[in-house]
């Protein structure tokens, strides 16, 4: 059971609270039927006095009469006493039920008590009854005892209080406990008769809580299984909820703790799950995660080892070059040398720098601010400044056309964007060529509207084998000692820029002659 499958336990066992009410809820059920119970008891009462009302001497033969003529329809024992409190009338000595001389009504029968004492023994009902029995008997304060319903047992005269308030003109109630072996109370209701302006005698209605007692029993039970059946339905649910939300992020806590080896390196991966669920998604970004992360770690481990070999030439040819110095006597020959040195030391200078920006660039770390800038008018500044800086004997001409586009993003990115486009096409271009960049502006209504700049030259073109890895970091196809003053970092550096903004870049070659450079950058809607 881990903590969230004890909070889905906790949670669950809400569903146990409605039992929980419905039992304290029986109080109030309880005695909400106690009270009618009373008020039909009064009710008989009543009748029977309006009955004997002014009846005088016959008030005995009256009540007689009456009473017989009911033969037991009534559910309350009726007891008729003259003003001294002698007994004058007792409905239980009359009828079929004469030989049952009780509190008990007509209607609760050999059936009823049968039902009663099968849901009061039952072991469910002992076992859910239990913590109440030990609540009466060591932490509820105790109760006033009782009378018993024997109080008028065998009696000629009545006298109980109750019965003394009626006389008095008053109404009069009692409690008892039944004494018949079944934990019921008998409830005593005192009404009095009137007669020649005086109280002539009183009306004595009784009758057990018996049946209200069988039903509670019942209900009891009932309220039980339903709490012991909330009780499994919670534990189901949990383990439900266990089984198909805690043990798969277990599972993904395992894998995660088998994705890193003791040394720190990626030694696995997340396996996808297939479930259909918040769970699955997320064992699915995880998977996605593990693998971008591995192609990342694979590209920085091959970055490293390429900067380490690109590093290795210059500082080979340094060394070789000083150490030469050092031997040789000619002066020409040792500022041959040290000139070999220097240059071998510019280009240390240029490759550590193409891989610093590389790196800022890989680690999302910018330094300019970004700005709505207009693509046009940044290739436009490019073009005129390449064509001031082109040496005199080589002379390329640049264009720059399209429409007016705009991007969000640093316009020193963008012009470097550029500026590495059209130097390398026009290292490619022979003399009096043409390079140039257009802008294109993509539908403004589109979910994702793109600004598309191509660079176009008049060149050999990229030959096939190589058209797939221009883009690569430290790849340069350069005839000669040319390829010496190139880091092979100036379309990486392109590529990382555009890709880090959420565009693209891609080379073509075009039909006859020449290459086309199309860089894709979303278009800003801000301009």
Request: no cysteine; net charge neutral.
């Amino acid at each position: 059971m881990s903590r969230i499958s004890v909070r889905l336990l906790a949670f669950n066992l809400l569903v146990v609270f409605v039992p929980i009410v419905a039992f304290l809820s029986l109080g109030t059920y309880e005695r909400q039927l106690l009270r009618s119970q009373e008020v039909a008891l009064v009710q008989q009462a009543r009748l029977l006095a309006a009955a004997l009302e002014d009846s005088g001497a016959g008030m005995a033969v009256e009540a007689e009469r009456v009473v017989t003529a009911l033969r037991q329809r009534s559910d309350a024992r009726l007891r008729v006493v003259e003003a001294d409190g002698r007994l004058l009338v007792d409905s239980a000595r009359f009828g079929p039920r004469a030989e049952e001389a009780t509190d008990r009504g007509a209607g609760e029968d050999r059936s009823a008590r049968e039902a009663s004492a099968s849901a009061e023994d039952t072991f469910l009902y002992r076992l859910g009854s239990f913590p109440v029995r030990l609540w009466r008997r060591w932490v509820s304060p105790p109760r006033p005892p009782l009378e018993t319903d024997d109080f008028y047992a065998g009696a000629a005269e009545l006298r109980g209080p109750e019965v003394l308030d009626a006389l008095d003109g008053r109404y009069g109630a009692a409690t008892r406990i039944s004494t018949s072996g079944q934990r019921s109370v008998t409830l005593y209701s005192a009404i009095p008769v009137f007669g020649a302006g005086r109280v002539a005698g009183a009306v004595l209605a009784s009758q057990s809580t018996y049946r209200i007692l069988v039903d509670l029993y019942d209900l009891r039970l009932d309220v039980f299984i339903l709490f012991l059946g909330s009780v499994a339905a919670a534990a189901a649910l949990s383990l439900l909820a266990a089984a198909t939300i805690t043990v798969p992020i277990r599972r993904l806590r395992d894998q995660a703790q088998r994705v890193l080896d003791a040394r720190g390196r990626m030694s696995g991966r997340f396996e996808p799950s297939k479930r259909r669920d918040e769970v699955g998604d997320l064992s699915r970004s995880l998977g996605d995660l593990s693998r971008d992360l591995e192609r990342r770690v694979g590209l920085l481990e091959s970055f490293a080892s390429d900067v380490s070999h690109e590093l290795r030439n210059p500082l080979a040819s340094i060394r070789s070059a000083v150490e030469l110095a050092l031997s040789v006597e000619e002066p020409p020959e040792r500022s041959r040398l040290l000139e070999s040195a220097i240059e071998d030391t510019r280009r240390m200078e240029r490759l550590i720098s193409g891989v610093r920006e590389v790196s800022l660039l890989d680690s999302g770390v910018e330094s300019e601010a970004e700005e709505t800038v207009d693509v046009l008018e940044a290739a436009e500044r490019v073009a005129e400044a390449a064509r001031l800086a082109r040496r005199p004997g080589a002379p390329v001409r640049f264009s720059a056309e399209g429409d007016r586009a705009a991007v969000r993003m640093p316009p020193g990115r963008l012009a470097q964007v550029i500026g590495n486009l059209v130097e390398n096409a026009a290292d490619f271009s022979p003399p009096g060529a043409l390079v140039a960049v257009r802008v294109e502006r993509g539908d403004a209504a589109a979910p994702a509207p793109e600004v598309v700049l191509s660079v176009t030259d008049e060149g050999p073109g990229i030959p096939a084998d190589v058209i797939g890895r221009i883009f690569d970091r430290f790849f340069s196809f350069r005839p000669g000692e040319e390829a010496k003053s190139h880091s092979g970092l100036g379309l990486a550096i392109v590529k990382a820029i555009v890709e880090g903004r959420g565009g693209s870049v891609g080379a073509a070659n075009l039909p006859g002659r020449g290459a086309r450079f199309d860089v894709r950058l979303p278009m800003s809607r801000d301009a």
